[in-house]
């Protein structure tokens, strides 16, 4: 089996600043993305970052020049780096990865799950 343990998350004030982590474990050939997703109360679950082994990499609107997501892909980890957090960034985030779990297999989504931001003065 597969799993995803995220660490990071907390409390901070507007402005500051939280770094996410991520480490996959389990039966894995290969990853081929990685990102994190996030869902407020009452919101459906979105795209925040994401980046590929090849290390391209997308972000949210809402993030771009804020956050920034890294990968080792040696380690299988994934990290997410959050600078001048807003109120409005505050939600459960999530790890996500598509992986396959031997060479040639079909490619499988996992989640973490969820580690809670908050973002308040």
């Known amino acids: 089996q597969v799993q995803l343990v995220e660490s990071g998350g907390g409390l901070v004030q507007p402005g500051g600043s939280l770094r996410l982590s991520c480490v996959a474990s389990?039966?894995?050939?290969?990853?081929?993305?990685m990102g994190w997703y996030r869902q407020a109360p009452g919101k459906q679950r979105e795209l925040v970052a994401g980046?590929?082994?090849?290390?391209?990499?997308n972000y949210a609107d809402s993030v771009k020049g804020r956050f920034t997501i890294s990968r080792d892909n040696a380690k299988k980890t994934v990290t997410l780096q959050m600078n001048s957090l807003k109120p409005e960034d505050m939600a459960v985030y999530y790890c996500?990865?598509?992986?396959?779990?031997?060479?040639?297999?079909?490619?499988?989504?996992?989640w973490g799950q969820g580690t809670q931001v908050t973002v308040s003065s």
């Open positions: 996500n990865a598509v992986l396959e779990m031997t060479y040639g297999s079909m490619l499988r989504n996992y």
């Open positions: 389990g039966s894995i050939y290969s990853i081929s993305f």
């Open positions: 980046i590929t082994s090849g290390d391209s990499t």
